[in-house]
């Protein structure tokens, strides 16, 4: 006897979700009809639950989140082309300011944009429009600023998570956590603080650039024969006038082997900061410290001998530091991107590593502006043959007499 026919059923329609990575908010996973849901044996194959957030947690991710706010300025609702649309330029160009400031690329439909992005980019794009820089001069300052303010808030929070660890021992995520909780309180004094600086630093380049490169000039030419001089107008690539130094730890490598991280951390803070101290005090620029390394600049041959001098001097009484070895060379360099580039700061670097610890080396000419003086006592060393230099006659500077630069041990 045949058997009954049993009414079709029609089995649901799958959904169609783009293909985007990430259902959309209108097709959430949890609204799927239930036979579209893979179903596991326990154990094979089976996703684990996730986690419901503490109350903590939540707390938490709101403090973030209202942080966020107060230093963005404004919620994440822009995506790149509409954040270029309101810069009123291409969305390349809009992604070309972006990566100037340290920031990486982004895919376009992503809502990560503030309106305040969108008005602080636009001041570049219209210092573009009217006349007063070019698009590479603008894409440089930009960068400028990324660079700097990127290495400036690293610094800021490792400190702050130093002094937790230090003088409330708690350990590294520990401080990290509580750094979170000091921060809404340092924003606005240190907002403040840096725009200051900004000005004053500037103020201070300003007088540089017109008040001593003149005499600046006139230092780099005492004792050269007149015809030489013409000569080396006429040919000097390299404008400005500087007295280079480096000074360099001894055995540093060897030694941040052997040292727990905060050993290595406050030798390190200690070298940045007693070598800023010296290098400001004496009217020179810190121009960048690599670890174990820092290179200055200064506009007179006497400025960046005295602080050399007193490098080198504070550097071996410091029970906590290594000896250094330290050069200082005169010469012409380039001034780009905040650093110095030329063969008067490669002699300065080669110079150092032929330094014996705890002395400094100076090469003929820097020691022919110096002899002049009685504040310095120059000892010729045997040539030596330097890459890229050929052979060189370095000399040992001593300090002939008591004095130098007075800094505040308090």
């Known amino acids: 006897m045949p058997r009954p026919e049993r009414p079709k059923q029609t089995a649901p329609r799958p959904r169609q979700v783009p293909d985007r990575g990430f259902a959309p908010e209108s097709v959430a996973p949890s609204s799927a009809h239930p036979a579209e849901q893979p179903t596991h044996a326990p154990g094979v194959g089976a996703t684990a639950p996730i986690p419901t957030p503490s109350l903590e947690e939540r707390a938490w991710h709101r403090n973030i989140r209202e942080l966020e706010h107060r230093l963005l300025g404004a919620e994440r609702t822009l995506t790149y082309r509409e954040m270029a649309q309101r810069m009123g330029v291409s969305t390349r160009s809009a992604r070309k300011?972006?990566?100037?400031?340290?920031?990486?690329?982004?895919?376009?439909?992503?809502?990560?944009?503030?309106?305040?992005?969108?008005?602080?980019?636009?001041?570049?794009?219209?210092?573009?429009?009217?006349?007063?820089?070019?698009?590479?001069?603008?894409?440089?300052?930009?960068?400028?600023?990324?660079?700097?303010?990127?290495?400036?808030?690293?610094?800021?929070?490792e400190a702050l998570v130093e002094d937790k660890i230090a003088n409330q021992e708690y350990s590294d995520a520990e401080a990290r956590s509580h750094v979170f909780d000091t921060l809404p309180k340092l924003i606005d004094p240190l907002h403040q603080l840096l725009g200051y600086a900004w000005r004053r630093q500037l103020s201070a380049a300003l007088q540089r650039l017109t008040v001593r490169v003149e005499s600046g000039l006139a230092s780099l030419d005492r004792g050269r024969d007149p015809a030489e001089l013409e000569q080396s107008r006429d040919d000097a690539p390299l404008p400005l006038a500087r007295a280079v130094g480096f000074a360099d730890l001894v055995s540093y490598t060897s030694l941040s082997r052997q040292m727990s991280e905060r050993t290595l951390a406050h030798m390190v803070q200690r070298f940045e900061s007693r070598c800023a101290e010296i290098i400001s005090i004496g009217g020179g620029r810190l121009v960048k410290t690599v670890g174990d390394e820092v290179l200055y600049n200064a506009e007179t041959p006497e400025a960046g001998a005295e602080i050399a001098l007193a490098l080198s001097e504070t550097i071996a009484a410091d029970d906590v530091l290594p000896e250094a070895r330290v050069s200082v060379v005169w010469g012409r360099v380039l001034s780009r991107m905040g650093d110095i580039y030329g063969p008067t700061v490669n002699l300065a670097a080669r110079l150092t590593s032929l330094a014996d610890p705890g002395t400094i080396l100076v090469d003929a000419s820097t020691a022919e502006a110096l002899e002049l003086s009685q504040d310095y006592l120059l000892v010729p060393q045997p040539p030596r043959l330097v890459r890229g230099f050929g052979e060189v006659s370095p000399s040992l500077l001593l300090r002939a007499r008591t004095g130098g630069i007075a800094l505040d041990h308090a």
């Open 97 to 157: 300011l972006w990566r100037a400031l340290g920031f990486p690329n982004l895919d376009e439909d992503v809502k990560a944009f503030t309106e305040a992005d969108a008005e602080a980019l636009a001041q570049m794009v219209h210092l573009v429009g009217e006349g007063h820089l070019n698009q590479e001069t603008a894409i440089s300052l930009t960068r400028s600023v990324g660079q700097m303010t990127d290495r400036m808030v690293v610094w800021q929070i």
